[in-house]
């Protein structure tokens, strides 16, 4: 009774401070398109207007909309239930290779995950990825390792609602889903059940939205997904820049890995991170733990295949977050390797390892709560009163629209746009964009400015350039 009584309290102040870290670190502007739909869905919800897009996201908007009718804060809700979400990772990925939190094994567990660079960024987004991975890993647990009626019940339950979280993550459950249907006698109780974690939330969506807009929204989104928005192996058919990418986002992105072109003290986390992955692998293949190989295989090959041929993994660093999952298992492997051996080199490996990943990460999160590129452009617009038209690609003037200004918007996204623009012959013109060379022939550029953000905390427009053109 004493230990269970422990456990909880353990539990209660890792819950604390996962949600006091991220309250800490909130970010209060909108960072990206992405955040924006996410943003406007918790006061008007509509996945007509892609706010969110398909499949609407029912669960975590609901939540976030429960939140926020407390919080009274984009903000602070999105970061709640981003502490929530690092919460139940760390849970249940302790539950997984069943390791108590107050050990030794457990602390540095938690340590691996709370302090890693993308998962703490994250767990500020204004985005449903996090918790979408703490619900993938609780079903995945229910479905292979504590194995009882009950518990396969909750797992397809769990199964049901992650479509109605993050779409994208069923795929990790493919294997322990279909063999635990194989196995369980009762498939009929086993597919209501899954059914049921479905209907949660498309029966309120379709009440919502209308069976008809939904199915249209459905149909636009998936064709877009695969064929329109880019980053699929139909748009972006490199196979050998996906897989360098993936590499690249799990390394550099997930784990704060040096890469070309990156700050120097990342290489100081790299050489020790290489050293404890590495006896953390040979560890692993000594041990050979059912439930170990079976977690690589869902959050690794089968995951990993999905997102290497229907994932934007060029431009979006967030979809490996599922990979980082075994690998937080081998890091754990290798860390509790160093301790065992008990030498002076191994301890001051240990001491660089955790020193450099949360350096790493709190000047990440720094310069997460300093604006967005696209941020810096809405406010120097704002603050400098522009009232001429503004060119530029129509998800930047989504944005801008989204944020109150009532200029006259022009669309680029095609070279005919741009010869329409010209025979409109605007006197003045800002344009955002790398659309410079295109214009030179008819306007004069006035002023240029760039505006940057650390790509290693939001890939998407890092790097914006303006200019102010008049006509010559």
């Keep these: 009774m004493r230990t269970v009584i422990k456990d909880k309290k353990a539990f209660l102040i890792l819950l604390i401070c996962c ?12 960072e990206d398109t992405d955040s924006l739909r996410f943003a406007l869905s918790i006061t008007d919800y509509d996945i007509t207007k892609m706010q969110p897009h398909f499949p609407g996201y029912p669960v975590y908007c609901f939540l976030a909309k429960t939140i926020y009718f407390f919080t009274k804060s984009f903000a602070v809700t999105f970061s709640i239930l981003g502490g929530v979400a690092v919460f139940f990772i760390i849970y249940f990925i302790l539950k997984i290779l069943k390791i108590n ?33 703490a619900l993938a890993i609780s079903s995945y647990y229910f479905l292979s390792v504590k194995k009882n009626h009950k518990n396969i019940l909750i797992g397809f339950l769990f199964t049901g609602l992650l479509a109605g979280v993050r779409l994208s993550y069923l795929p990790i459950l493919i294997l322990p889903f279909c063999h635990s249907f194989l196995t369980y006698k009762n498939k009929a109780r086993l597919i209501f059940i899954f059914f049921l974690g479905c209907i949660v939330w498309l029966a309120p969506l ?76 040979k560890e692993l293949k000594v041990e050979k733990k059912k439930n170990i190989i079976y977690l690589y295989i869902s959050f690794g090959i089968v995951y990993a295949t999905w997102i290497f041929f229907f994932q934007n993994v060029l431009h979006k660093s967030r979809h490996i977050l599922p990979l980082l999952v075994p690998l937080f298992v081998v890091l754990h492997s290798g860390l509790l390797f160093l301790i065992k051996k008990k030498n002076i080199l191994n301890t001051i490996l240990l001491i660089i390892l955790f020193t450099s990943t949360i350096n790493i990460t709190i000047n990440l999160i720094l310069q997460h709560k300093k604006p967005s590129a696209i941020s810096s452009v809405k406010s120097a617009i704002v603050k400098k009163g522009f009232q001429f038209p503004i060119a530029s690609t129509p998800l930047i003037i989504y944005y801008l629209k989204q944020h109150g200004l009532e200029n006259d918007f022009l669309d680029i996204e095609s ?6 623009i010209k025979l409109k012959g605007e006197h003045q013109l800002f344009l955002i964009g790398n659309f410079k060379k295109q214009f030179l022939s008819d306007y004069n550029i006035i002023s240029d400015s760039t505006y940057y953000h650390n790509p290693y905390v939001n890939r998407m427009w890092s790097e914006i350039n303006t200019y102010f053109l008049e006509k010559k």
């Design 101 to 133: 939190l107050e050990s030794v094994s457990g602390l540095l567990l938690s340590g691996i995950v709370f302090f890693n660079p993308l998962i703490w960024l994250m767990s500020n987004r204004y985005m449903p990825d996090l918790f979408g991975l």
């Design 19 to 30: 949600l006091a870290s991220r309250a800490l670190t909130t970010i209060y502007y909108i």
């Design 415 to 420: 070279d005919t746009d741009i010869h329409n």
């Design 206 to 281: 379709s009440l919502l939205t209308g069976i008809e807009n939904l199915i249209n929204a459905a149909l636009k989104q998936t064709q877009g997904h695969f064929t329109d928005f880019g980053g699929t192996i139909i748009t972006e058919n490199s196979w050998w820049k996906r897989f360098l990418m993936i590499i690249r986002s799990t390394w550099s992105d997930g784990l704060g890995g040096y890469w070309i072109g990156r700050s120097w003290q990342t290489l100081i986390l790299s050489f020790p991170m290489l050293y404890v992955l590495y006896f953390g692998l």
